[in-house]
């Protein structure tokens, strides 16, 4: 691993640039509280160059985590940070773990950390991962499983302190924090569900979505192009009320029935995008993928005219300082989209020779 700090971060309060320092040791078995400093680790999923960075970076706004330093390469984002770290890292769709670092160095630095660790009897378990480095991990996880051993008990299957061991450049020791149950975004596949359609978002790239928009815990998150609700029901899952509309009433209906199905709710309603306001009470951000490219989801309205009047209406009805995140198909509709809104950021996402679709985050300056 090798990282390096660039690109605009809206969350970092103290810009610093440079290699991060070691971390003090600790109990290893101990989680950091809510309000500690911490050093965190985010293997990212790799599906796409910067989406997932900017999904694990959003989450930590959403739940006003304050980000001191930030580093990264393709594989992993690297994170100082202070307040509800694990709250925010549960989010996460476009990730596979998180890990509170513990140590970092040569090997023999981490033994070192690993022998002066009391793990007071408690079990146990290492797993190490390498990135790019030509390593024998299975040696290098029996030699600190041993340092370790000394205080504590080794568990494969559910063990009370999970050691992660990522090898590069450098060696680093974390604490896994949270896993990302990519297999239960894949269960929630639109096939999968009572209610589908072909051009519906997976689950994971609803999540990042969802994510994009920085609402947070317990917030309110509206979309307006609900379609079959996979949205939705991604935002149900990370704790966001989420409220959904669409012109099209098979949709709500259709929609309803899926939310029902896997135990997840939303406030829905049967409404035209582009007229706003809509009656959503309090609402923290917006979410959605608007029709792209068929007049028969646009009752034959332009897409262009159809994107003016929605951004015109979220604009109206979305708070200063909040954001919508919205899936656009083409550059002339992000154009549309920052006439009305600042755009933060965006991320392309090629689907076949001919479609592109882009992940963008605006925010609402009043």
Known sequence: MSFGTKGRIRTM??????????????QAHEPPSASADVRVLIELSGEHPTLPRAEALATMEAERVEIRTAAWDAKVLRLDAVGPVERAVRRLGLAHLVCEELARGDFEDLRAFARDTDLAGRTFRVRASGFGADVDVQALEGALGADFGRTGRVDLTAPRVDFRLLVGEEFVLGRVMHRVERSALERRKVARRPFSL???????YARALVNLARV??????????????GILLEAHRIGV????????????????RSLR?????????????????????????IATDPPYGRAASTRGESTERLYERFFG??????PPGRFAAVVLPSERAVEIGGRHMEL???HSLRVHRSLTRTFCAFVNEG
Do not use: Q
């Not at 947070?216 to 609700?229: K, S």
């Not at 009320?241 to 309803?256: E, F, K, Q, S, Y």
């Open 13 to 26: 309060l103290n810009r610093r640039g440079g290699p991060l320092e070691r971390v003090a040791r600790r």
């Open 216 to 229: 947070p815990t317990a917030g309110r998150i509206l979309d307006p192009f609900c379609g079959t609700g």
């Open 241 to 256: 009320c989420g409220i959904g509309g669409d012109l099209r009433r098979p949709m709500v209906l259709g929609a309803r």
């Open 313 to 318: 209406a979220a604009a109206a009805i979305l």
């Open 261 to 285: 199905a896997l135990d997840a709710s939303a406030d829905l309603f049967l409404a035209d995008a582009g007229r706003g306001p809509w009656r959503t009470g309090r609402l923290d951000g």
């Open 198 to 204: 072909p051009i519906s978002l997976h689950p994971k």
């Open 344 to 346: 933060v950021e965006s």
